[in-house]
């Protein structure tokens, strides 16, 4: 639970960084059509969630800086009887008034006849540049003395780099949860027949543990499904033989968990699997032993595509001579994608990786990444061991910059192939 005490905090944060005389806007997300008029779970726009912590649509948060002082103002849908038997329970008006901690709530249906009393006389407005279109065209129709637009998402997302204890905390249950769907994944894979299969079993658990959602869609690829970075249609049937990668991640009170393990579609991992196995376990383990205050994310990149070309050089997958094949990128097409990412309230947090100049920014204690070395070896690459055709392997943990180093939040999520192994022949 974050109080709103944090959120008060947070505010007052974004609204010191606001220039003088100025108004900066903030929408709910709006909801979407999953097919004619039925819609999709709905889930808060992050940046206005940080900010407001607020579950519900038609809502929006307005800040006027000027030398009179600072004010926040949040509108909320009102109690609406005949929108209520539809939909579900509002807040209103009222009760937003006693449980947010700020300045003024006004109902969602007075938003324009507000900002044509607050915004018209301000010289810096400030607002999402992703929003859409029309939002854009309200808040220019009534910014009559404006000097200037500004992105007011950059800040927020800034301040969403390092996480408080409240947001660590709600990161930990939602790998907590996590963590019991993927053991139970290990138990159950040697007796079921599809992919959509496991992903039941996450969903399962997401839900049952309490967790809201997944963070994305469940990726359970089996055999060669798993060259395909993003696969989420999940409907192969599993060949026995193969391995299975898993990337499923629940989403609590809005934080995400993203996790990924490869398991035996059977009991055991073939000679040749367990090969690539270590080899990418190996690599991950170093990688997160690197982490710490003042490392570079591209430094943990360059030393995984180091080590994992070395390792695909020693099993012959990589053929030449290891500095020539660092210098052209060969591991690439093994390993083509990032180490980590930012990971919080989204998946892959919009946060920054650049400073204002352009500068890398560094590790600092109470940023999240993940740390997610791979390699994918398609099964009609004819320029690699037979043995090794259709394997991909990906494994992934949640890490926690500390003061001194790290801490890997996800590390009760077995890995150890002896470990997986002996959880599938429960
Ligand atoms: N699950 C998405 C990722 O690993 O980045
Ligand atoms: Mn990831
Ligand atoms: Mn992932």
């Given at each position: 639970?974050?109080e ?16 003088n005389?100025s ?32 579950e ?28 209520e ?11 937003a ?8 709530v ?8 507000e ?32 000097e ?8 927020i ?36 027949s599809?992919?959509?299969?496991l ?95 003042a ?41 083509p ?15 920054p990786y650049?400073d ?10 109470g ?37 001194d180093?790290?801490e ?19």
């Amino acid at each position: 639970m974050i109080e709103e005490k944090e959120y008060l905090l947070r505010r007052k944060s974004f609204l010191k960084h606001l220039k003088n005389n100025s108004a900066a806007l903030l929408f709910a997300a709006v909801p979407k059509v999953r097919s004619h008029d039925t819609n999709y779970p709905y889930r808060q726009e992050s940046n206005f969630y940080y900010l407001s912590g607020f579950e519900e649509d038609s809502a929006a948060l307005l800040f006027v800086k000027s030398k009179e002082g600072s004010k926040s103002y949040l509108f909320v849908h009102k109690k609406d009887p005949d929108e209520e038997l539809w939909n579900g329970k509002r807040l209103g008006v009222k009760k937003a008034k006693k449980r947010f901690l700020v300045d003024e709530v006004f109902s969602y249906d007075t938003l324009n006849q507000e900002l044509k009393k607050l915004l018209g006389s301000k010289r810096h407005i400030y607002y999402d540049f992703k929003l859409d279109y029309s939002k854009v065209k309200l808040i220019k129709r009534y910014a009559k003395a404006v000097e200037s637009f500004h992105n007011g998402a950059a800040y927020i997302e800034k301040m969403r780099l390092r996480k408080s204890a409240a947001e660590i905390a709600e990161i930990r249950k939602a790998i907590k949860i996590t963590k019991k769907a993927h053991h139970r994944a290990m138990q159950r894979a040697k007796s079921l027949s599809f992919e959509y299969e496991l992903q039941a079993e996450f969903e399962y658990i997401f839900k049952k543990e309490g967790a809201q959602s997944d963070a994305y869609t469940t990726i359970v690829a089996s055999g060669n499904n798993a060259n395909t970075l993003h696969y989420i249609s999940n409907r192969a049937k599993l060949d026995k033989e193969t391995l299975i990668l898993i990337d499923a991640g629940c989403e609590y009170n809005c934080y995400a968990s993203d996790i990924t393990r490869t398991i035996p579609a059977s009991k055991r991992f073939s000679d040749a699997q367990r090969e690539l196995y270590s080899l990418v376990l190996s690599v991950e383990k170093e990688i997160i032993s690197m982490v710490r205050p003042a490392v570079l994310r591209s430094a943990l990149q360059k030393r995984a595509e180091e080590l994992l070309c070395e390792g695909m050089l020693a099993l012959g997958i990589l053929k030449g001579e290891l500095d020539s094949l660092l210098e052209s990128k060969a591991h690439k097409k093994y390993f083509p994608h990032g180490i980590g990412h930012w990971m919080g309230l989204d998946v892959h947090d919009q946060a920054p990786y650049k400073d204002e100049k352009g500068r890398e920014i560094p590790l600092q204690a109470g940023m999240v990444l993940t740390v997610e070395p791979g390699i994918y070896i398609d099964k009609n690459d004819k320029s690699v061991p037979k043995k090794y055709r259709g394997i991909a392997i990906r494994i992934e943990d949640d890490i926690l910059v500390t003061q001194d180093g790290y801490e890997n939040l996800s590390k009760g999520i077995k890995k150890e192939i002896r470990d997986i192994e002996s959880l599938a022949s429960l």
